[in-house]
């Protein structure tokens, strides 16, 4: 449930259209460079949002603790101004979201919270 404009849904109903921009989006993931740090896409979120505070909060210790891993790897190679080996890259198969579902699902509790606050009783005799 992203906040921003998505594109997404449209490109991925079209087939033609998605194995268009598949090579496009692999060359942009590659060229973003988290990968050769040991990084997830989900390691790149902002962590100052609640949303996201709140989702860390929901994640499973050892998934948790392999984040924060991968965290301080990533930091120690960038310090040094060195990438990682390549056998310690990510790979793209496993790149997979473990943060955005809690997120998504934080998104979905509130805003059923909010519409259950709002809800008005009507009476009927």
């Known amino acids: 449930m992203p906040t921003y404009p ?6 991925l109903k079209r087939p033609w259209l998605h194995n268009l921009f598949k090579p496009v989006a692999s060359w942009y993931t590659n060229a973003a460079g988290y990968r050769q740090l040991g990084l997830r896409a989900d390691d790149l979120i902002v962590e100052e949002d609640e949303h996201v505070i709140k989702a860390l909060k929901r994640l499973p210790p050892k998934e948790a603790y392999d984040r924060v891993y991968r965290l301080r790897r990533a930091f120690q190679a960038s310090a040094t101004h060195k990438l990682l080996p390549k056998n310690e ?20 509790e509130e805003k059923e919270k909010q519409a259950l606050d709002s809800l008005t009783v009507i009476r009927s005799h």
């Open 6 to 11: 998505t594109l997404a849904p449209f490109v």
């Open 89 to 108: 890259w990510t790979k793209p198969e496993e790149d997979v979201p473990y943060l955005q579902p809690l997120i998504d699902q934080i998104h979905a």
